[in-house]
């Protein structure tokens, strides 16, 4: 017999015990038979009428062994035989007992009429099962002339590789199982979902867009409440607790104050330029008007008196020492205290002590420790303040506190103390008009006072004449105070009028440097003067021409840098002409003539741009102010 492949529904699974078998196939019939024989007889057709299921008698040729069979089909034409004979194939169907086969021959009687001859058997169907993969055989369930049933093992197949095809099989289901989940989660993103509630503030994608993972598709801002966040200095943190109010301004929502409450105060602190702050964050509950982004102003109350005095700084007269001077009705109080001075009609001067409002504003130049004479180690520190009047005071303060130079800090002095505070940056921005009036929309006061500050405590006093038609953004601005009526009266600057450098003209530049040993020496003119510099710690970018330098708080030298020069066409005692763009010349603007090799020191008036090749040298540091013309070289044409 032939192997052939079962139907799958009938494959046995023994894959996991290394095994597979082969099933014999199943009879037609419900009833376990071995073999279901079928003979075809021929019968006379005038014989009677023979129906479907009639009872049939088969006689085996030979041993002439009678079978009880059935008729199971009787043909509808008539067959011509020997002798002009008319007769029909009847097919009746037998039990095999167990000996017949497809050779053997036989006669048939139905209801008492016998068959016109003889006819051979053959089987009711007929199988054969392959087999569907290669092994070795390892057990055989059934023997030749044996009866089977559907779905009973035939052979039993082992082989080396099996067990890995059936783990592979098994691990190629898992991985397409996993694939279909992945698939599934996938299919959860096409669906992206606000993660909060509030208002779309922008979008970046339209419908029929093509939109990459990762990209920002809108911006949901929460709106209920606004929080902001506020450096403390490392000086002043440890005034400031959570729950304390916080009073707000902004410029963009004029005349409203935003009251706010400190929510957390951060123990990480950020260190720049020596100076250590403190995160700081305030949440705003009621924001009408405020909105995200703006620049806003923030105050901390640290403490509040609701039984004291005051007077509006605007009604107050700066004057001398600790004192100033207050204008009050004739008919108050203490107009009898009144002093000689010339006030408006119904109104009076008196002397009163100046508080919080006439605090000095600064930058610290240099900070020291000193050693009192009983030989404790600092038990003192002296600290210089650079004032925004430009003058430099000397204070003795708590040793225990740390005064950096170039921090930004409050001077009081009461009743014999100093308190000395770190002063919170406070920024702004916008252009000078050309009448140095005001600062975009706020006006500058009569007699405003402007500090420009650079690193490591460099400082000067300036004239607000300075910044006219000068556009300042709010890293340009360290701080501004204002003053009753809202104008500025104190202005600290960061480096912006270039005022902070020494201008000079480089005339050489002798470099014997070897390896890793710096060896430069510098020769430069300031003011007409021949200064000398040999470093032997840093080499710096400069070449022949104009230079800018900047100078530590003990004179020594920080650093140089170059300037950037171009040919003048055109000059004037206060402005010049270059490439039809006009330039602001500087005050102490120096002017060389340089002839034969040498320089010398002339004036502005003295030369011209018929006469002289004249390359102007202007300083670009990074400030606002650097295309002023600080150096002027002249060369006659004629060389």
């Known amino acids: 017999m032939t192997l052939v492949k079962p139907a799958p529904d009938a494959q046995v699974r023994e894959e996991k015990q290394n095994k597979r078998t082969w099933p014999f196939p199943h009879p037609k019939h419900g009833k376990r038979w071995l073999i279901l024989g079928v003979i075809a007889l021929l019968f006379l057709a005038f014989a009677g009428k023979f129906l479907l299921g009639q009872a049939a008698q088969v006689t085996l040729d030979g041993s002439f062994e009678t079978l009880n069979g059935t008729v199971r089909s009787i043909s509808g034409s008539k067959v011509v035989g020997t002798g002009n004979t008319v007769t029909r194939e009847v097919t009746i169907a037998v039990q095999n007992p167990g000996g017949l086969s497809a050779s053997q021959v036989a006669a048939a009687s139905i209801n008492g009429l016998g068959s016109a001859g003889n006819g051979t058997f053959t089987y009711q169907s007929e199988s054969t099962v392959t087999a569907s993969a290669s092994g070795t055989a390892t057990a055989i369930h059934a023997a030749e002339g044996s009866t089977v049933s559907k779905g009973q093992a ?17 691990d190629s289901l898992r991985n397409a199982e996993l694939s279909m989940e992945n698939t599934q989660k996938q299919l959860e993103n096409y669906t992206i979902t606000f993660p909060i509630s509030g208002t779309v503030i922008d979008k970046e994608y339209k419908a029929g867009d093509t939109v990459e993972s990762g990209k920002t598709l809108c911006t949901i801002y929460d709106l209920s409440y606004l929080e902001m966040t506020l450096n403390i200095d490392e000086l002043d943190i440890s005034t400031v607790e959570v729950g304390q109010a916080v009073q707000i301004t902004a410029e963009a929502v004029e005349s409203k104050t935003f009251t706010g409450v400190v929510t957390k105060v951060s123990v990480a602190g950020n260190t720049s330029g020596g100076i250590t702050s403190y995160p700081v964050t305030v949440r705003i509950g009621e924001s009408d008007g405020l909105l995200p982004g703006m620049n806003v102003d923030a105050e901390i109350v640290l403490e509040e008196a609701s039984d004291a005095l005051a007077i509006p700084s605007s009604a107050v007269t700066r004057g001398g020492g600790n ?7 004739q008919d108050s109080p203490s107009a009898e205290n009144a002093v000689k001075q010339e006030a408006p009609e119904g109104y009076v001067y008196v002397q009163v002590e100046t508080g919080v409002s006439d605090d000095s504003y600064g930058m610290v130049e240099s900070s020291e420790k000193v050693v009192t004479e009983d030989g404790d180690a600092a038990v003192q520190t002296n600290v210089t303040v650079i004032c925004t009047d430009g003058t430099a005071k000397t204070f003795t303060v708590d040793k225990a506190v740390d005064y950096k130079a170039g921090r930004l800090v409050t001077v009081k002095v009461s009743e014999g103390s100093v308190t000395i505070k770190a002063l919170t940056e406070k920024h702004t921005s916008g ?12 006006s500058f006061a009569e007699h405003i006072e402007i500090l420009d500050t650079g690193d490591e405590g460099a400082a000067t006093s300036v004239d607000v004449s300075r910044l006219s038609g000068m556009s300042l953004d709010s890293d340009d601005v360290r701080y501004y ?8 009266e104190y202005l600290i600057l960061d480096d912006v009028t270039g005022d902070l450098w020494t201008y000079a003209y480089l005339t050489d530049l002798e470099d014997q440097s070897q390896g890793m040993f710096i060896n430069v020496t510098y020769t430069y003119l300031v003011g007409g003067a021949e200064q000398t510099l040999n470093s032997t710690s840093a080499q710096y970018p400069v070449e022949i021409g104009g230079i800018a330098v ?8 920080r650093t140089m840098q170059r300037m950037k020069s171009t040919e003048l066409t055109g000059l004037s005692s206060s402005w010049a002409m270059a490439s039809n763009q006009k330039y602001a010349v500087a005050d102490d603007v120096q002017v060389y003539l340089r002839s034969n090799g040498s320089c010398y020191l002339t004036t502005l008036s003295a030369v011209n741009t018929e006469d002289y090749t004249l390359t102007r040298w202007y300083n670009n540091s990074g400030n606002s102010a650097g295309t002023q013309i600080r150096i002027v070289i002249a060369v006659p044409r004629e060389e």
Do not use: C, P, W, Y
């Open 154 to 170: 035939l052979v039993t197949l082992g082989g080396d590789d099996l067990e890995d095809k059936i783990q592979n099989a098994a």
């Open 323 to 329: 004192t100033s001077l207050a204008l009050i009705t």
């Open 431 to 442: 252009k000078v008009d050309s009448a140095a009036t005001k600062l975009g929309s706020l």
């Open 481 to 488: 105070g204002l003053d009753g009526d809202g104008r500025i």
């Open 550 to 557: 900047a100078h530590e708080s003990d004179g020594s030298i």
